[in-house]
């Protein structure tokens, strides 16, 4: 299989990820691709219902965590 890929931004990923080489970057980065959009697959069929408009502005940037029980 080829491919072109952009040399700096595959450098730069193997040395965020600390792959040791370009293959494993490059699974790397397929994998978390697919994590994320499972994920995105997952908050878009959560239940919108669930939030109260206006809920989290009454507490401003940092609401206050629930005391555990």
Do not use: Q
Not at 21 to 26: C, F, P, V
Not at 34 to 57: K, M, N, S
């Amino acid at each position: 299989m080829n491919v072109v890929i952009d040399e700096e931004a595959l450098e730069k990923a193997r040395k965020i990820t600390g792959d040791k080489n370009y293959s494993d970057t490059i699974n790397h980065a397929l994998r978390e691709i697919a994590r994320i959009e499972v994920l995105r697959d997952g908050l878009d069929r959560f239940e919108h219902t669930l939030w109260w408009p206006g809920y989290v502005e009454e507490f401003g940037p940092n609401p206050p965590c629930p005391v555990a029980a």
